[in-house]
């Protein structure tokens, strides 16, 4: 597998970043999953707008243009002869000493890996995700935005170990108000009496791709949409639930804490959404 490094292809045996690397030792910068469909990369402008607004949050310089980055990417998955992949693109703040200030890292780190994905089993697909919700609460904006994708992921990676504490593969995290806020990887939607909800952004979402993709559908579809407040009573009673992330796509959700969520299937506009999304990425997107 070839990775690209700082300017260079390499093999990914060959492939490795500093020690001193400001990304490794804090966390500190940013990235994008991102999935390529049949040779064409799913809204890749959205997601390296995304990255930017992520890198100038967090203050930090990203040495290519748009452009640059585009085509870098796009080469990544074709040194790697593929067609369909997921694509991870990463920007940390480089290598720097050993303290917390960022000004001692003169150089961004950039790479860009293209893989082949292990997605939910099938299975999940047809017959949906039972998830729970965990007490490990979405940071707060006042502390770390969520909307920034930076490399700070530990509060998830709670959230995800705790999901698999209760035997589930997903989960959804709440905001420090108590309101459902979005899953450790994924966004979320209900529908309830044929209307389609997530919560809102400011609730402490990420804005997720997936998810502004699913809002196109819906105007396509024309479901009626709201993003609005959530709690976990709202899901409970629900007639349908789904997840939204480059990695699950559009997965449904049959069951939380325990309560099945209408009559504990995948509910019809959730296999309506499902479906547009797969025929969306054939047709959508930047041709490698
Ligand atoms: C915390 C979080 N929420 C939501 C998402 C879904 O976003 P997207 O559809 O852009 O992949 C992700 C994806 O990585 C995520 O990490």
């Known amino acids: 597998m070839k990775i690209y490094l700082n300017g260079q292809f390499v093999d990914s045996a060959d492939a490795a970043i500093s020690v001193f690397d400001h990304g490794l030792l804090y966390g500190d910068g940013v990235f994008e999953g991102i999935r390529l469909y ?3 990369v799913f809204r890749l402008e959205e997601h390296l707008e995304r990255l930017e607004y992520s890198a100038r949050a967090i203050m930090l310089d990203i040495p290519h243009t748009r452009a640059e980055l585009s085509e870098i990417v796009c080469e990544t998955c ?4 593929l067609t369909d992949a997921y694509i991870r693109l990463v920007v940390t703040r480089g290598v720097g000493d050993l303290g917390l200030a960022p000004w001692t890292c003169p150089k961004p780190s950039v790479f860009v890996i293209a893989s082949k994905i ?15 919700t965990v007490p490990t609460r979405r940071i707060g904006p006042a502390a770390l935005p969520p909307t920034v994708k930076s490399l700070n992921y530990l509060n998830n990676i709670l ?4 999901a698999r504490q209760f035997g589930a593969l997903e989960a959804i995290m709440l905001n420090e108000q108590g309101y459902v806020a979005e899953c450790t990887a994924d966004n979320i939607f209900i529908v309830h009496k044929g209307e389609l909800i997530t919560p809102a952004i400011s609730h402490g979402a990420l804005k997720g791709i997936t998810r502004d993709a699913v809002l196109d559908i819906a105007e396509e579809l024309k479901v009626p949409l709201r993003d609005s407040s959530m709690t976990r009573y709202d899901v409970w009673c629900a007639d349908e639930c789904f997840l939204t992330g480059s ?3 559009v997965v449904p959700v049959i069951a939380l804490d325990g309560r099945r969520i209408g009559d504990g299937k995948p509910g019809p506009i959730t296999r309506e959404v499902l479906a547009s999304f797969r025929r969306r990425v054939l047709v959508e997107g930047t041709r490698i």
């Open 38 to 40: 049949g040779g064409n």
């Open 118 to 132: 292990s997605l939910y089993p099938q299975e999940y697909y047809d017959n949906g995700l039972a998830i729970v």
């Open 159 to 162: 959230g995800k170990i705790e």
């Open 247 to 249: 990695g699950a796509e």
């Open 78 to 81: 074709r040194q790697n002869g």
